[in-house]
Antibody, heavy 119, light 109 residues
Framework: QVQLVESGGGVVQPGRSLRLSCAAS????????MHWVRQAPGKGLEWVAF????????YYADSVKGRFTISRDNSKNTLYLQMNSLRAEDTAVYFC????????????WGQGTLVTVSS | EIVLTQSPGTLSLSPGERATLSCRAS???????LAWYQQKPGQAPRLLIY???NRVTGIPDRFSGSGSETDFTLTISRLEPEDFAVYYC??????????FGQGTKLEIK
C-alpha cells in the first residue's frame, strides 16, 4: 500500500534552516509529481511547493519562494524540503502528498511532521 | 489566484441528518477541477471527491459532490458518527498556487 513518511521536523530558531524528508513506498515514486502542504496550528491547509516526477519543474507558494527548495531523489524514493531563513509564521505541520495526475490532486498524504520556529 | 470560500464555517448536526457544505470559487475555476478532503483531528487529510462529483474508491456513497465553475457542494446524505470532521475544498489542474478553502467544521449537535 502507498506509504509516505515524513521526518526532520523539530524546534528551530528564527533565521535557521531545517530539511524535511518524505520516504515513499508502495508505489513507483519516480513517475509521480509530489507536493508539500502545511498546516499551522489550528489553521487550514496551505500548499507550499510542487516538484515534477523527474525534478525538472518546481513551483512555490509566494510565502516561501526564495527561502524553501523542494527536491527529490528517485533512486532513494525520497522527497525533500530544504527550509532556510525560517520565520515564526512557518510553524506548522508539514505534509508530503502524492499528486495523482500532476494536476495538484493529492490522493495520498503522509502523517506530517511538526516544525516549530521559536527562539 | 483562485480564492475558495467555504460556508458555513461550522455546521452542527445530529447523526442521521443531511449535511450540505458549500465552496465558492472566485474567479471561476473554469472547469470541474474541484476536490473535497476530510480531516480528522491529528490526522492527515483524506481525498473524498475529485472532479467535483467523482467519489474516490472506498468512499461511502452517502458522500456526493456537485457543481461547476464557481459553486460547488459536498453533501453527506445521512451522517454517521465517523463523518464529524473538518472538510476542505481545493482547486487543482490550474496554475499554482493550488488553493484550499478555509474549511468547514462538521460537529455533533
Amino acid at each position: 500500500q502507498v506509504q509516505l513518511v515524513e521526518s526532520g521536523g523539530g524546534v528551530v530558531q528564527p533565521g535557521r534552516s531545517l530539511r524535511l524528508s518524505c520516504a515513499a513506498s508502495g508505489f513507483t515514486f519516480s513517475i509521480y509529481a509530489m507536493h508539500w502542504v502545511r498546516q499551522a496550528p489550528g489553521k487550514g491547509l496551505e500548499w507550499v511547493a510542487f516538484i515534477s516526477y523527474d525534478g525538472g519543474n518546481e513551483y512555490y507558494a509566494d510565502s516561501v519562494k526564495g527561502r524553501f527548495t523542494i527536491s527529490r531523489d528517485n533512486s532513494k524514493n525520497t522527497l525533500y524540503l530544504q527550509m532556510n531563513s525560517l520565520r515564526a509564521e512557518d510553524t506548522a505541520v508539514y505534509f508530503c502528498a502524492r499528486d495523482e495526475l500532476e494536476m495538484a490532486l493529492f490522493d495520498h498524504w503522509g502523517q506530517g511532521t511538526l516544525v516549530t520556529v521559536s527562539s | 489566484e483562485i480564492v475558495l470560500t467555504q460556508s458555513p464555517g461550522t455546521l452542527s448536526l445530529s447523526p442521521g441528518e443531511r449535511a450540505t457544505l458549500s465552496c465558492r470559487a472566485s474567479p471561476s475555476i473554469g472547469s470541474s477541477y474541484l476536490a473535497w478532503y476530510q480531516q480528522k483531528p491529528g490526522q492527515a487529510p483524506r481525498l473524498l471527491i475529485y472532479g467535483a462529483s467523482n467519489r474516490v474508491t472506498g468512499i461511502p456513497d452517502r458522500f456526493s459532490g456537485s457543481g461547476s465553475e464557481t459553486d460547488f457542494t459536498l453533501t453527506i446524505s445521512r451522517l454517521e458518527p465517523e463523518d464529524f470532521a473538518v472538510y476542505y475544498c481545493q482547486q487543482y489542474g490550474t496554475s499554482p498556487p493550488y488553493t484550499f478553502g478555509q474549511g468547514t467544521k462538521l460537529e455533533i449537535k
